[in-house]
């Protein structure tokens, strides 16, 4: 049976934010991947984790899901964290890549091609305040025509350091101001049949 792992790094606030949101984003990709025949593996990054565990999950999963809200523009502190422990763990055992793919024998090779994880889809589901507009539109300031592909850049590049096919994020956007949240985690469900292919 197929794997997927969903990992919500929501981070509590106690009195502003919850983590509701983000929990029924995760509940929707857990009922669509059940529903197409997937082994479904979660990890909660605020209840806690084992770092072996984890890397043993990532090693199991075809499909990892990263759920989070963008806090300061990226993933909530806890989630850097998870990462440098679980990844480092990686490299140690040799599990997540052999190296960052260059060596002194053939220096053709390029830095970020020593993966072990080729064949695997990694995919970013995300919560903003920042509006769909301000993304992609050089008329923004703040992001100067930078799309979201952009702005996971620091995520995303760990997991195509380890081999990793990047797969088209999901994103709600405008939370407190205009939200649509009813209609984007109905739509949900269709982009995930959309960008892998199920």
């Not at 934010?17 to 479904?40: I, M, P």
């Not at 999963?61 to 806090?71: G, M, S």
């Not at 523009?73 to 763990?89: C, M």
């Not at 052999?98 to 993966?115: A, I, N, P, V």
Request: hydrophobic fraction near 35%.
């Amino acid at each position: 049976m197929k794997k997927v792992l969903i990992i919500n790094t929501h981070l509590t606030y106690p009195n502003w934010t919850e983590g509701k949101l983000n929990d029924a984003f995760a509940e929707k990709a857990r009922d669509f991947f059940k529903s197409k025949g997937f082994e479904v593996i979660e990890t909660k990054v605020e209840n806690g984790y084992n770092i072996e565990e984890e890397e043993k999950k990532h090693l199991d999963a075809e499909i990892v899901i990263l759920q989070t809200p963008i806090n300061w523009f990226g993933a909530p502190w806890i989630y850097k964290k998870y990462v440098d422990e679980v990844f480092n763990r990686g490299l140690f055992t040799k599990s997540f890549l052999s190296g960052d793919g260059r060596t002194r024998e053939d220096l053709t090779k390029q830095y970020g091609t020593g993966g072990n994880m080729y064949g695997k889809k990694f995919m970013i589901s995300a919560t903003w305040n920042a509006p769909k507009e301000a993304f992609g539109n050089p008329e923004y300031k703040l992001f100067e025509g930078k799309d979201l592909s952009d702005i996971f850049l620091p995520i995303t590049s760990n997991y195509r350091f380890c081999g990793y096919d990047i797969i088209d994020s999901y994103n709600c956007f405008d939370i407190f101001k205009n939200a649509e949240i009813e209609k984007d985690l109905e739509n949900y469900p269709s982009h995930l049949s959309k960008v892998f292919e199920l």
